[in-house]
């Protein structure tokens, strides 16, 4: 199975922490570096830096459920894999102006 080139890039902005440590005296370096990662993904979060999306919210993909995209939402858009109205790639808001919420481009 391939897996998607967006899912080997490492994540600047969503955190899964790394298995803890069996030896107790390697528990201050674990937590420091956690510590240190949680705080690079805030820092990202902050500066709203968004990761390009291959799939787009709201599909279903081997019977999961993705996140429903909600109003305010914004997504960048990798526009090979997920190109909202076929525009390419760019930044993207979920955005409701006429009673029918869609993806429009930002930029």
Known sequence: MAVASSKIIKSVVRYNPNPAPIQV??????????LNRLGEIIFNQNLL????????????????????????DIRYADGTNWSPGGTGEGIYAYLDKSGSPDWVKLG
């Open 25 to 34: 005296d390697q528990l201050p370096d674990y937590l420091f570096n956690e």
């Open 49 to 72: 830096r968004l990761e390009p999306t291959a799939v787009a919210p709201g599909t279903t993909t081997i019977g999961v459920l993705k996140d429903k995209p909600r109003v305010g």
